[in-house]
């Protein structure tokens, strides 16, 4: 790392009962985006684990050199490090954290249930890609941060104010690997969705819904832009996140030892 973690962007985990809750941010932002939410499963009695992906959190030079297979790993190394812990396990995670979330689902079929917030679905265009390929050749290493997209006034995101373009195009190549396998998610998924959102198409919520191999809920979110978790609707999100694992993992369990 070149810098220290950045105040409330740590790793956090909390101990609970029996079942499991892993939360997963999103493309260079940090756990603090998703803390409201890990806190409120918490609460809930949910053994929880928010992980700290590879580049993130500190300075965006940390992420230049990291790529989809480095996030991949750290979400997998999670997953089953909370799994070993807990009976069963519900992953929630935002945006890339959601790309990474229905990835593990495609590959985990023991996984109790999903709920994606803005997830990445739907891959970028050719053209785009394009344009951002001309950029690195160009020698641009980092274009504006895409971070703290939120309608709530005071609100903000702590993540970078940069964004490493060939960081994003690894992303891209992820979200291309993972779009043929969505079919392969059988477990319950919640989908929370924002009307307008200028990170994250819409559209990859209508790809998700239609493509996922089990059942699906979406909820749509009137109020909220890119990073809901922080906006007007992070409330209804907590709540429909807990009560979604609660559906499908019966409660929290119990108590670890």
Same mark, same amino acid.
């Given at each position: 790392? +070149?810098?220290?973690? *950045? ?6 985990? #909390? ?12 493309? +260079? ?10 806190? !409120? ?5 949910? @053994? ?15 992420? %230049?050199? +990291? ?11 999670? &997953? ?5 812990? $807990?009976?069963?396990?519900? %992953? ?6 959601? @790309?990474? @979330?229905?990835?593990? !689902? ?7 249930? *999903? ?18 390929? +001309? ?6 290493? %980092? ?16 993540? &970078? ?8 195009? #690894? ?7 993972? &779009?043929?396998?969505?079919?392969? *998610?059988? $477990?319950?998924?919640?989908?929370? #969705? ?9 559209? #990859? ?10 059942? *699906? ?12 978790t922080l906006d007007w609707d992070a409330p209804l999100i907590e709540e429909r996140v807990v009560a979604f694992a609660a559906e499908v993992l019966g409660g929290p369990g119990d108590v670890n030892t």
């Open positions: 790392m +070149t810098a220290p973690i *950045i105040p409330g962007a740590e790793p956090w985990s #909390s101990d609970g009962g029996s079942h499991g809750v892993l939360v997963l941010h999103g493309f +260079t932002g940090n756990p603090q985006s998703m803390r409201p939410l890990a806190e !409120a499963a918490a609460r809930a009695g949910y @053994t929880v684990d928010m992980p700290l992906l590879p580049g993130h959190g500190t300075a965006v030079e940390d992420m %230049v050199p +990291t790529r989809w297979e480095d996030w991949l790993g750290a979400a997998e190394g999670a &997953y089953q490090g909370l799994a070993k812990r $807990c009976e069963h396990v519900v %992953v929630s995670g935002l945006s890339m954290g959601g @790309t990474l @979330t229905c990835w593990l !689902a495609a590959h985990h079929a023991e996984i109790a249930g *999903i709920a994606v917030i803005n997830p990445m679905i739907d891959p970028p265009s050719a053209e785009y890609r394009a344009i951002v390929r +001309t950029l690195l050749a160009d020698g641009m290493e %980092v274009a504006d941060g895409i971070g703290s997209d939120i309608a709530k006034e005071g609100s903000a995101e702590a993540a &970078y104010q940069g964004s490493p373009l060939a960081a994003a195009l #690894s992303l891209f190549d992820g979200v291309d690997s993972l &779009y043929p396998q969505l079919g392969a *998610i059988h $477990c319950p998924t919640l989908l929370l #969705s924002s009307r307008e959102d200028h990170v994250v198409e819409p559209v #990859s919520g209508d790809v998700l819904e239609r493509s996922v191999g089990g059942p *699906i809920e979406r909820v749509f979110l009137e109020r909220s832009y890119h990073v809901a």
